[in-house]
C-alpha cells in the first residue's frame, strides 16, 4: 500500500507519522451518497494525487524517494484508469475521444 512505503520513510528517518483516517470510517451498510458521485471522486482523487507525486517527485533530490515515488505515481495512474473504465462501463462518463488508427 503506497501509504505504507510513505510512511516507512519517514519512520526510518525519524520525522512524524501522517495521522490516520480509520476512526472516520464507520459500519454503515447503506452509502449517504450516489455511486456515480463517489466513482467520481475516486477518479478525481487519484488523478490528484499522482499529479501530488509528479511535484513531489520534481522536487526530491533522493533517488531511493525518486524510485518510491515513480513507482506509486505508476500504480496511481493505474488505479485512475480502472476508475475511468467503470465509470464507462456503467455509463457514467462518455468513452473519451482516441486517436484515429493508421491503417
Given at each position: 500500500?503506497?501509504?505504507?512505503?510513505?510512511?516507512?520513510?519517514?519512520?526510518?528517518?525519524?520525522?512524524?507519522?501522517?495521522?490516520?483516517?480509520?476512526?472516520?470510517?464507520?459500519?454503515?451498510?447503506?452509502?449517504?451518497?450516489?455511486?456515480?458521485?463517489?466513482?467520481?471522486?475516486?477518479?478525481?482523487?487519484?488523478?490528484?494525487?499522482?499529479?501530488?507525486?509528479?511535484?513531489?517527485?520534481?522536487?526530491?533530490?533522493?533517488?531511493?524517494?525518486?524510485?518510491?515515488?515513480?513507482?506509486?505515481?505508476?500504480?496511481?495512474l493505474l488505479y485512475g484508469e480502472d476508475s475511468v473504465n467503470l465509470m464507462?462501463?456503467?455509463?457514467?462518463?462518455?468513452?473519451?475521444?482516441?486517436?484515429?488508427?493508421?491503417?
Amino acid at each position: 500500500m503506497q501509504i505504507d512505503v510513505l510512511l516507512s520513510i519517514l519512520l526510518e528517518n525519524d520525522l512524524p507519522q501522517l495521522p490516520s483516517w480509520e476512526s472516520e470510517v464507520t459500519d454503515s451498510k447503506v452509502s449517504p451518497f450516489s455511486d456515480k458521485l463517489l466513482l467520481f471522486k475516486a477518479t478525481l482523487l487519484s488523478s490528484a494525487t499522482a499529479g501530488q507525486y509528479g511535484a513531489n517527485l520534481a522536487s526530491v533530490f533522493r533517488k531511493d524517494l525518486g524510485a518510491h515515488y515513480t513507482r506509486v505515481i505508476a500504480e496511481e495512474l493505474l488505479y485512475g484508469e480502472d476508475s475511468v473504465n467503470l465509470m464507462i462501463k456503467h455509463q457514467f462518463s462518455d468513452q473519451l475521444p482516441l486517436a484515429k488508427e493508421s491503417s
